[in-house]
């Protein structure tokens, strides 16, 4: 098996890999070739969908004839031709968006990276929190009341989102909003460095020209994959070991290389419980596998019989969630004005989703400089990445999705380091072992999802905190 710098490497080297993309079909390729030579019987669930895609190079904006440059493309959004639509500009503000007003132009609308208090989406188990608050582009995107369905119905002919509050170097390549299905108007995000130039132009009507000539690929494909390594005198509890596979840096995705290690592991060594594989495709296409939750949702749907105690086949009763692995942490040089890496490691987002693998974590999750680790419990509103389908089935997991501000971004940077990565791994290597031992059942805890009366108050806490903040 290749070393963890090279599968780094070739991560890079085959670049962004959206949902069923040449680059995401080859990385499940590898994947599965590498679990096939570890001795394992690959299964396939396979999706088709309509794909989406374009090269960023052939997208633009004019404005009375001067080129504006562009973050990136909204994907999903819709299409132009090859000469673009050419319109006059309009500025849409509120949350609330009159899209009547801009129906026949192109519209002009701001989207903030709000800085949002880390306690209005994760909970504690301990009183600590990995962070204060988090203002990754994500959020903003999610909460900036968009919907460009609404503008196809109203007649509006593009739309041009402007950054606020996002460094140049941040917004570069995002891939916002990745959870819509497709739009059906074309529409692009314009960086921080631009906005108050847009938007004087769209006070004044100026035309512009917006060309997004993407292609849609009825057929597109990609596979979820599944592997099972038997248990011994426990065969029948499982323990489930999800990671996904699209993403559009070395960052997002690089949990294949812990699963990897994880499937080595378990293929020398005998262990109690039977363990089951799942690399998942589909996270950043989620409304083409699965109409709620995260994507790891359609294979519980589809596969109860490897995971449901109401099923005749296995029970899981642990699950582990690779996410993210490594992730430096960037930020804009003041001296300099450079977005990269200033030497530290992005601050873990672990997710515990009972307090007995809090716990756990405690004792066997070696954290930063040899630390322990700040576990976090699932909050009320929202379970981040692909551990949520575990939470919301009732499956006690540990899950890694720190959200570094660039992760849905479409760039090749130095942004993994090697040893937090090596430490995350064996991390998850020794509570793997645990669970997969003899230990009873028992011992991991119940999940207790929240009611609809905390769900309704956190809800209104994020929609005070938003509307209070605008």
């Excluded at 963890?4 to 670049?15: F, M, S, T, W």
């Excluded at 660039?406 to 380091?417: G, K, N, R, S, T």
């Amino acid at each position: 098996m290749a070393s963890y710098a090279d599968q780094v490497r070739r991560l890079r080297e085959l670049g962004p890999r959206p949902s069923g993309s040449v680059a995401h079909r080859a990385l499940i390729e590898d994947v599965a070739g590498e679990l096939r030579a570890l001795g394992y019987v690959v299964h396939r669930d396979r999706h088709t969908f309509k794909g989406w895609e374009v090269s960023r190079d052939n997208v633009s904006l004019r404005i009375a004839s001067a080129r504006v440059p562009l973050s990136s493309e909204w994907p999903y959004s819709g299409s132009t031709d090859a000469q673009g639509v050419t319109a006059p500009l309009v500025l849409l503000d509120g949350i609330r968006k009159n899209w009547k007003a801009a129906a026949g132009k192109i519209a002009v609308i701001d989207v903030s990276n709000i800085d949002v208090p880390a306690k209005l989406f994760i909970n504690s188990w301990s009183g600590r929190l990995p962070f204060e608050s988090a203002s990754n582009p994500v959020i903003g995107s999610e909460l900036a009341g968009t919907d460009l369905a609404k503008a196809r119905r109203a007649g509006v002919l593009g739309v041009v989102a402007t950054w606020s509050g996002l460094s140049d170097g941040a917004a570069a390549g995002q891939y916002l909003p990745f959870t819509r299905d497709y739009q059906g108007v074309p529409a692009v995000w314009a960086p921080e460095s631009q906005r108050s130039a847009i938007r004087a132009a769209a006070r004044r009507g100026e035309t512009a020209t917006l060309v997004l000539p993407a292609r849609t690929i009825p057929g597109a494909t990609m596979d979820t994959l599944w592997a099972v390594s038997q248990g011994g005198n426990a065969a029948d509890e499982a323990v489930l070991v999800v990671t996904h596979s699209d993403g559009g840096n070395v960052v997002e995705e690089n949990g294949h290389i812990g699963l990897l290690a994880l499937a080595r592991d378990a293929a020398r060594n005998s262990h109690d419980r039977t363990i089951v594989f799942v690399y998942t495709a589909g996270h950043l296409r989620i409304p083409a596998v699965t109409d709620r939750g995260q994507a790891t949702t359609a294979w519980l749907d589809a596969h109860p019989e490897l995971w449901s105690p109401d099923s005749d086949g296995l029970t899981a009763v642990g699950g582990l969630v690779i996410e993210h692995l490594g992730a430096k942490h960037f930020r804009v040089n003041h001296d300099t004005g450079e977005y990269g890496p200033d030497g530290s490691i992005e601050p873990e987002l672990l997710y515990a989703s009972t307090p007995q693998l809090a716990d756990l974590a405690e004792r066997m999750w070696e954290g930063e400089a040899g630390g322990g680790p700040i576990t976090v419990k699932p909050g009320a509103l929202v379970h981040l990445g692909e551990g949520e389908p575990l939470f919301e089935h009732g499956v006690p997991a540990l899950a890694l999705v720190t959200g570094p501000d660039y992760l849905l971004a479409e760039i090749d940077e130095d942004m993994v380091d090697l040893p937090s990565l090596t430490r995350q791994v064996d991390s998850f290597r020794r509570v793997l072992q645990y669970l997969a031992g003899p230990t009873d059942k028992s011992a991991f805890g119940v999940v207790r999802r929240p009611g609809n009366l905390r769900k309704l108050l956190a809800g209104l806490r994020a929609v005070w905190y938003v509307v209070s903040r605008r």
